[in-house]
């Protein structure tokens, strides 16, 4: 069972655009999180967001938490070559830990 | 920040095999450990949750016997994979929760991963 589902499944952009990814869920939570992950490694945290309405931002990445919390986005600026990778939201209760069905990235030189 | 070690990184073995694979929180102990499958360019799928000292807890679909999980000490989870088939070829990915909360929220230290290949 997905609980969180992602959009779009596959990314290919040229260097230096913009795009937004997205996490949608049916469920409220209290908290939700984003990890890259390149390949043949796990994935690295890149941020945490908790409260609705909650905009953070990393660099060129900034993230927003739905006011609902049941949905989230994950906005790039200005894509490099080096942001290709699989983008992960993810669900983490302490008990819990579900990833979100992932975004492949891909910035062309 | 916390280190999760996953040995090996890579394995190949015959079908009908079985293999092994450990992972290590080195400089905390973790009480939950989880296991996950990754398929390429795909998410990670949670395959169980290991709690130190009890059984594992495994996803809807995930054969228990197939996939046995130890989790002996607070430090060392690990995964078997018994009588492998080369549909069993997969990365797999270990993370250990971190003993501190903020909130409702423990960090989770994730293991570089170990790539099985079944021949």
């Known amino acids: 069972t997905q609980l969180l589902e992602q959009s779009p499944q596959f990314l290919s952009i040229q260097e230096g655009e913009n795009l937004t990814v997205y996490c949608n869920s049916s469920?409220?939570?209290?908290?939700l999180q984003w990890y890259r992950q390149e390949p043949g490694e796990g994935p690295v945290l890149l941020v945490t967001v908790v409260t609705g309405g909650e905009v953070k931002k990393l660099k060129r990445l900034t993230f927003q938490f739905g006011d609902a919390r049941k949905d989230s986005s994950l906005h790039i600026t200005a894509a490099q070559p080096g942001d290709t990778g699989l983008y992960l939201c993810a669900l983490n209760t302490g008990n819990q830990f579900y990833f979100g069905t992932g975004t492949s990235l891909t910035v062309i030189p | 920040g916390a280190v999760v070690s996953q040995h090996p990184s890579w394995v190949i073995c015959k079908s009908g095999t079985s293999v092994k694979i450990e992972c290590r929180s080195l400089d905390f102990q973790a009480t939950t450990m989880f296991w996950y499958r990754q398929f390429p360019k795909q998410s990670l799928m949670l395959m169980a949750t290991?709690?130190?000292?009890?059984?594992?807890?495994?996803e809807q679909g995930v054969e228990k016997d197939k996939f046995l999980i130890n989790h002996a000490s607070l430090t060392l989870s690990t995964l078997t994979v018994t009588s492998a088939h080369p549909e069993d070829s997969s990365f797999y990915i270990c993370?250990?929760?971190?003993?501190?909360?903020?909130?409702?929220?423990?960090?989770?230290?994730f293991g570089p991963g170990t790539r099985l290949t079944v021949t």
């Open positions: 993370s250990a929760r971190g003993a501190v909360a903020w909130g409702e929220v423990y960090e989770q230290y």
């Open positions: 469920s409220v939570f209290s908290s």
């Open positions: 290991s709690n130190e000292g009890s059984k594992a807890t495994y």
